[in-house]
């Protein structure tokens, strides 16, 4: 293989990466808005003690997906990225 064919090997690799990345980063972007109505939606209403326990268990577990995808979509094979 050339250097020509090892470079565009090497930037097919990138391109499908970033393309995984950029599916994983809307995942969160969805996760985020879900985060911010579940916040908004505790700040409007007069919640009990046990509804604002649920919200923050949902948030929290939301939290944790977050940091996941983010973490996982950094990896390519057995090297990291970021």
Do not use: F, G, H, P
């Amino acid at each position: 293989m050339n250097e020509r064919e090892e470079l565009e090997k090497k930037l097919k690799e990138e391109l499908q990466w970033v393309k995984y990345r950029q599916r994983m980063l809307d995942v969160i972007d969805e996760k985020l808005i879900k985060m911010k109505n579940i916040a908004e939606q505790a700040k409007e209403k007069s919640l009990t003690e046990s509804e604002l326990r649920e919200l923050n268990i949902e948030l929290n577990n939301l939290s944790e997906q977050v940091k996941a995808i983010d973490s996982e979509s950094k990896i390519i094979s057995e090297r990291r990225i970021l």
